[in-house]
């Protein structure tokens, strides 16, 4: 422990060594150089002090929302800076170094920094910096509608132009704009949708986190085929340590009574009928499955007593649980619904051409449609936040899809 926090407070030291160099390469003013290092070295210590009290028994507060956005905000565009500002470094190492071996006589070894360079470093800094202050006062609530035609060769007739909305992740212990909430709410019941989705992660760990947001909740309308709903793994309580076993599992059960509080039909590790006509096609929902946080989802026994030619959609939480398990499974499931990624909440969309995230390095499908072996997944971005108190290039979003009888679009 002490080593990493060594290693830590060296990285900071550096950024922050080349953060004023920076600064001092633009301006000789002692007044602007003093105030710019006692707001740096005040954003370190409530950062520091806000991380050293931080409670696992309490859970994410919106203390720790503002500690973790002002950590993003002071770190990363420092980061990009010591980034160029190194790069000249090397640069003028290698100049330095030339020059001294060619014999040419010079009043230092190394070249004095440009200010040219010092402009262009700053520059690059400005763009995370006012992304990270846009993502947490506008994208956090820039609700997306997003629209999907899916095609299907075994669809039952009667569904054709079936229509499904879906959100994930709501995350309702991060809120705290209750006319953004209303408004999304309201983007949902726009859409004329058959059957209503919500893919996991209802809180952030505690159930009380719900209970401000109840009566929102119910304002969704409801659905001709039913409003469904799965666990995702913040639900389960795992990442606070509690009193008992006893206050984990009171939190757990109350968590799922939750659903039927905002009338979702919650599906745990099991399916249901949706039938319409003469047709039926199978809704399947099971509890988080993941690699990394948590599993308890049994997809085998949601799937009991169901043939591989039937009609399957498959909510579960984690995407990773269709890359490793449902994508070659013999029941073959036409169609999954995941959440869980939000995108990392950062990255980058030009949609039809370019989408990029951290979080495309830790799982395969990440966000929007994916198809393999003649299955779809679409891993929705997420309708709330997590940790980070904002949102920037991944908005938040609500899914419309479409069921249409033809040959699957690869």
Known sequence: MAFRLLIVFIIVAIVEVYAFQAIKTL???KWILISYIVVSLAAIIFITYQILKFDRSV???KMTLITLGLLLLVLLPKIVLTFVMLLEDVLRL????VTHFMGHNT???LPNRRKFVSQVALGLAAVPFLSLIYGMTIGKYNFKVLRQTLFFPDLPDAFE????????????GSFDNEEKIRYAIDLINEQEADLFLFTGDIVNAKADEMHPWIEIFNGIKKYEYGKYSILGNHDYGAYLDWKSEKAKEENFIAIKDLHRQIDFKLMLNEHTKIKKGNDEIALIGVENWGRHFGNNGDINKATENLNPEDFKILMSHDPSHWEYIVKKHPKNIQLTLSGHTHGMQ????????????LAQYMYKQWAGLYQEFGRYIYVNRGFGFHAYPGRVGIMPEITVFELKKGNIVA
């Open 27 to 29: 301006t000789k003013s």
């Open 59 to 61: 859970g994410q507060t």
């Open 94 to 97: 290698l100049m330095g170094t």
């Open 107 to 109: 009043d230092s070894f």
């Open 161 to 172: 132009g079936f229509k499904i909305t879906q959100i994930s992740d709501i995350h309702s």
């Open 346 to 357: 950062f990255g980058i969309e030009i949609p039809g051409y370019f989408k990029w995230s």
